[in-house]
């Protein structure tokens, strides 16, 4: 066996093992407090940001995100939108988050929907230290980055939740990522000369956009915002491996100019384009595909070439990364946590500046060695105690939400009927290091509600009669059955257990074991099947968790079918019984 393994390779593995038990160890340092008074008042919190968010976009229905009432919208202020197969909008997180980047009106939109349908304040990971710490499962993407659960870690939710993050009393934050790291790769492992040039310019995009000739050799982003801004995001579309359509799409104009802008950076980086399509045509032939240090990845004629010509600029920046961390760690650098091409940094206020040098030098000799010598330059953003870390993505939802805090107690918004319930339902496990301590008089039925429990209607006794039978509870929309039976038997089956788990829970976000789907007669690689179809078709959310079972979320549609936000609340009156 041991002529199979890779040695050296598999020691630097292992020795990135070393740095990522270190940094799990090390953790994120929080302000508590303030997750604390988050928690408690988030119910509330979600009801008065959707009012003053959704003010200005019309597009809420309650809690619930209409398609409808959006579309209207794009339509109304000529934003352009991408569309599914189907013709529909795509209301994908990555679609919103892609927009956002390019349109300033969508990013405090996407960050409200984000927070209703994806933000889990109790399941973020703190320890009694205020740090917050959570397996980074490393090596887990088939990239081979780190893959750390997103309702666990501070990185993984909204941007704006990572206003949390602050150093302790005496102690400082260093954030430090390579500067535009995939544009680099690209050009050091394609050897184009164009591309490393335009990369050491300090401005890729605006270098692209003179080499291209769009722009005078004297231009600066200030005096051509516009045209840098446009190749900008033609580099970054070919990064991800987006069509000429799509980059028309996402930068509002007609599809030709996506078209003239891919071809600019074809005749400019000509180089990298044949070294890009020969690296798809060797990864079909040989069916495999590697980084400099080995990782390799397996591949069948059916993989998606998009996947290819990303692998060699995302997995090398895996290899990066990792080699940062083992050299940082080595030389006793508190690394906080790794975050795709960064590393948050702790350190004493005395040794602060000098710890981010260690560590933009080590950043500095990764990629120096992963890319035979070609140096990646690195950005850095200081926090010092008692500031905290912000990111400018969330500054204006952060700023929000502070806002309703100060405010005081903010009570949520429960319709009159549903205020007066029989028993308090407990949507989620308080921590362990919460402060406060168990009240049993919490889960005692109300006064008034208790007096009247003898009183039951034929009805309400006819449905106790019948509480030992299993049922589903709805309202169930049809469009959603309707497009579950298109995929077969048995994930319109397996799609029906999950409505009746989502009633019992109460939430339409639940874990889904083998053993809940056994006792319907549905086996493990059933359920598998099942779950990636109703996933591919946008009916459900599945959230990975290794070896444990997975996380889902049903995803209900609008009148016109299209995908609208999901979140507990609707489910708080569902009530189904095994």
């Not at 398609?67 to 939108?81: Q, T």
């Not at 184009?192 to 300090?202: E, R, V």
């Not at 690689?525 to 078709?537: E, I, P, V, Y």
Request: charged share 25%; with cysteine.
């Amino acid at each position: 066996m041991l002529r199979h393994i890779d040695l050296p390779r598999a020691l630097l593995r292992g020795r990135y093992m070393a740095a990522a038990a270190t940094m799990e160890h090390t953790g994120v340092p929080l302000d508590t407090p303030l997750l604390a008074k988050l928690r408690e008042q988030w119910s509330g919190i979600q009801d008065r940001l959707i009012a003053e968010i959704d003010a200005n976009y019309g597009v809420f229905e309650g809690r619930t995100f209409k398609a409808d009432r959006f579309a209207a919208l794009l339509e109304r202020e000529g934003i352009p939108w991408p569309r599914r197969d189907s013709g529909r909008l795509d209301l994908s997180d990555d679609a919103f988050r892609q927009a956002a980047r390019t349109d300033a009106r969508i990013a405090p939109l996407r960050e409200l929907r984000s927070s209703l349908s994806e933000l889990r304040l109790y399941d973020l990971a703190v320890g009694e230290d205020g740090r917050n710490r959570c397996l980074l499962s490393a090596f887990c993407s088939r990239t081979g980055r780190n893959q750390p659960s997103n309702s666990k870690f501070i990185f993984g939710p909204s941007v704006w939740l990572r206003g949390l993050i602050k150093p302790p009393p005496g102690y400082g934050l260093a954030y430090i990522d390579w500067a535009q790291q995939e544009f680099g790769i690209a050009g050091a492992l394609s050897g184009d000369q164009a591309m490393m040039a335009a990369y050491q310019s300090g401005d890729p995009y605006l270098a692209f956009a003179k080499q291209a000739g769009a722009v005078p050799a004297h231009a600066t982003k200030y005096t051509h915002q516009a045209e840098r801004e446009q190749f900008k995001q033609c580099v970054l579309a070919v990064q991800y491996g987006m069509g000429p359509d799509s980059l028309a799409a996402r930068i509002g104009q007609p599809p030709i100019v996506g078209r003239q802008l891919i071809r600019l950076h074809q005749e400019a980086y000509s180089v990298f384009w044949r070294w890009s399509d020969s690296a798809v045509d060797h990864a079909m032939l040989s069916r495999s595909i590697s980084t400099v240090f080995g990782w390799r990845v397996n591949t069948s004629p059916n993989c998606n070439p998009r996947f290819f010509r990303n692998f060699p600029m995302q997995a090398n920046g895996a290899e990066m990364l990792r080699l940062a961390c083992c050299l940082a760690t080595e030389r006793g650098i508190e690394v906080c946590a790794p975050v795709h091409d960064a590393v948050l940094i702790a350190a004493p206020l005395h040794r602060l500046d000098d710890d981010v040098a260690t560590m933009r030098e080590a950043m500095r000799e990764a990629s120096l060695i992963v890319l035979d010598g070609f140096e990646l330059t690195t950005d850095v953003k200081v926090v010092r105690y008692p500031g905290r870390y912000e990111d400018p993505r969330g500054k204006e939802m952060w700023a929000r939400v502070m806002g309703l805090i100060g405010e005081g107690p903010i009570e949520a918004n429960v319709a009159p009927e549903r205020q007066n319930v029989a028993i308090r339902e407990v949507f989620s496990i308080v921590s362990s290091t919460c402060k406060s301590k168990w009240d049993p008089n919490r889960f005692k039925l109300e006064h008034n509600v208790a007096q009247g429990i003898g009183s039951v209607s034929r009805r309400k006794s006819h449905m106790m009669r019948m509480a030992g039978m299993p049922f589903l509870r709805g309202p169930i929309p049809m469009h959603w059955l309707h497009e579950a039976s298109k995929l077969g038997v048995s994930a319109l089956w397996v799609g029906c257990v999950l409505w009746h788990l989502a009633g019992l829970k109460k939430t339409s976000t639940f874990l889904v074991s083998n053993l809940h789907l056994h006792r319907w007669g549905i086996d493990r690689r059933a359920k598998s099947r099942a779950l990636k179809a109703l996933s591919n078709a946008g009916l459900i959310t599945v959230e990975g968790r290794g070896k444990r079972s997975p996380r889902v979320t049903i995803v209900v549609a609008d009148n016109e079918g299209a995908d609208s936000c999901s979140h507990p609340e609707p489910f708080g009156n569902v009530r189904s019984t095994p």
